[in-house]
């Protein structure tokens, strides 16, 4: 690299619009998404705890994932609040690094965490009188502690080799928060190493979740093919839908993301596609897992008939 350049400090976030009045309309989008997406999560997550009636393994990660979502929503939703009141837009490069790291950690712990839940609906279909011992509540800690620890792992590793490239001259990132495509656009090295690497961090991540995913369902659809009637059946799909719905969303905005070399990559494109894992995932999420379950609808009518009574 020519030792003349100079390096850049910090970096400009371009968002979704330079027009003023466009930016409030955004500003309130955004700030009735983050309201919604911290009131869901944050209700399923009470209304699991306070209901015995979901003290199960199913529920135990549909509430860690609830909780995982709300800070993976805190990483992006607040910033993009700011951007969107101010006009300058500027972010340091550790301010960069940082938000890429928690980004990349939540994330990663996220794709553990959707094979986590998989093997958990895996073990209820194919081995219902066994689910409570297979399963037991030391396992599920165990389960959700890994997501965290193997997917902050990956975001150490991507991380660093991101930002073992030299910015220079242009820091206008055409984005709206620091993520690595739009990085690698701006970067002034030789990108080839890095993109190959990044592939590969992302393949290790996404690979082995996808293995185990994929794994579960096929029994989970043998098992539902060897019950005889219709009634058990639909009940057994019931179970595992609203988890194969949450996972094709984040699995295929992920996917359709990362796996592309830089030269496909378009900042429209790229911003519409991250809205999907960023914003929108965290948001749906919580009525994914409860407007079709029976048991959370059962337990919201109990913990609210209690507190219309105690008053």
């Given at each position: 690299m020519d030792n003349n350049r100079t390096l850049v400090t910090s970096f400009v976030l371009v968002g979704f619009t330079a027009?003023?009045?466009?930016?409030?309309?955004f500003f309130v989008l955004f700030l009735v998404s983050y309201t919604l997406t911290l009131t869901g999560n944050i209700s399923l997550m009470a209304l699991i705890y306070l209901d015995s009636h979901l003290?199960?393994?199913m529920y135990f990660f549909v509430g860690s994932l609830s909780f995982l979502d709300?800070?993976?929503s805190s990483v992006y939703t607040p910033r993009i609040l700011s951007d969107?009141?101010?006009k300058k837009n500027a972010m340091s490069l550790p301010g960069c690094a940082a938000q890429l790291f928690f980004s990349a950690g939540f994330a990663c712990s996220e794709c553990f965490l959707m094979a986590a839940m998989a093997y958990d609906?895996?073990?209820a279909i194919c081995n219902p009188l066994l689910y409570t011992t297979a399963m037991p509540r030391k396992l599920c800690i165990q389960?959700?502690?890994g997501s965290y620890v193997a997917g902050f792992a990956n975001a150490i590793a991507h991380t660093g080799n991101t930002f073992r490239l030299h910015f220079?001259?242009?820091?206008?990132?055409?984005?709206?928060?620091?993520?690595?495509?739009p990085l690698v656009k701006i970067a002034c090295d030789d990108t080839r190493v890095y993109e190959f690497l990044m592939v590969t961090f992302v393949g290790?991540?996404?690979?082995?979740s996808t293995i185990l995913i994929l794994g579960s369902y096929t029994g989970i659809m043998a098992a539902i093919i060897r019950i005889r009637s219709t009634a058990g059946r639909r009940k057994a799909f019931s179970t595992c839908s609203a988890h194969l719905i949450s996972v094709s969303l984040f699995y295929g905005s992920i996917l359709l993301m990362y796996s592309r070399p830089s030269s496909m990559h378009t900042p429209d494109w790229d911003k519409l596609n991250s809205l999907f894992y960023t914003v929108f995932n965290p948001l749906v999420n919580p009525l994914i897992y409860s407007l079709r379950n029976k048991d959370v609808k059962a337990a919201f009518k109990k913990v609210l008939k209690r507190l219309i009574t105690s008053k």
């Open positions: 027009d003023p009045s466009l930016r409030m309309v003290h199960t393994p709300v800070w993976y969107c009141m101010s609906r895996y073990v389960l959700v502690v220079c001259g242009n820091n206008v990132i055409n984005h709206y928060f620091c993520d690595a495509p290790c991540t996404v690979l082995p």
